[in-house]
């Protein structure tokens, strides 16, 4: 299996390295912006090629991983789809865009490829999956950083981010807006949406919380299955702060899942 990374990040240098190790596995390229091909290549590590788009490519890869962002989808992901090339994402919210969702879908109907994000820093959305087949009533995603978390987001314009000493909420509304808001923060929130019901009527809240040590997750589900609560408190990457761990470990397990011949999921 041949494999191209989008990206060269955190994320995409840890995924990258535990899938090289699997068998039968090969990274052959990584796309970057213009002029990053060298350090791309570097953090990516192997033999791969550094490239700036995905034309040409359709015949010399079997899958892409998308870990470069939502700027990365909306530049590559159309190309990629398009030309009948299974596409595996980490920025699920992407899909707050209406014509962006839109548009991947389309595509992947004319071509019949497929688009697949992986869960990144939450977990029980198989739960959520098979719970929204019979039925949700409610679901909720409550996310808690410590305020540094939320520097450079929209928190900053609705809070006191260095003097805060207590929680804060900063954020009630719905997923569609919480990712339109929080791009660069708000993937889980549409993650959920998108296993749940939906952009719209997927509730969020987001609090800055000095008391926070890691970031904190929760899911609140309630339908026809009985009710559930998740909470997980993540990990970062050493080597970003801001990236989360499990992020990285999903990305590597989609591939995993991919070679299995038996699975769970």
């Known amino acids: 299996m041949k494999i191209a990374i989008i990206g060269y990040g955190a994320i995409a240098a840890y995924a990258a390295k535990k899938i090289s190790s699997l068998s ?12 990053r091909e060298v350090v791309a290549a570097d953090k990516i590590g192997g033999n791969c090629r550094a490239v700036t788009s995905f034309e040409g490519l359709a015949n010399e890869v079997d899958i892409v991983v ?38 991947l879908e389309r595509a992947c109907q004319v071509s019949g490829a497929r688009l697949r994000f992986v869960t990144g820093a939450v977990g029980a959305m198989d739960a959520l999956n098979a719970a929204r087949v019979g039925g ?44 339109r808001l929080y791009p660069k923060n708000a993937n889980v929130a549409a993650t959920i949406a998108m296993s749940g019901i939906g952009m719209r009527d997927t509730k969020v809240e987001l609090y800055a ?57």
């Open 66 to 103: 998308e870990c470069g962002g939502h700027e990365a989808m909306k530049s590559h992901a159309l190309e990629i789809l398009k030309s009948g090339v299974n596409l595996i994402s980490v920025s699920a919210g992407v899909m707050a865009d209406d014509k962006v969702a839109e548009d």
């Open 24 to 35: 039968g596995v090969e990274i052959s390229h990584v796309i970057c912006r213009a002029g």
């Open 136 to 179: 949700l009533e409610e679901v909720t995603y409550i996310g808690r950083k410590k305020p540094a978390g939320w520097k450079g987001s929209h928190a900053e314009k609705t809070l006191d981010l260095e003097n805060l000493t207590e929680p804060a909420l900063h954020f009630k509304g719905n997923a569609q807006d919480a990712a």
């Open 209 to 265: 919380d000095p008391e926070a040590i890691r970031n904190i997750h929760e899911v609140r589900a309630k339908g026809a299955f009985g009710e559930f609560t998740f909470r997980i408190e993540g990990q970062s990457l050493p080597e970003n702060p801001k990236s989360s761990a499990l992020t990285a470990m999903s990305v590597a397990e989609a591939i995993e899942r991919e070679l299995r011949f038996i699975r769970t999921s």
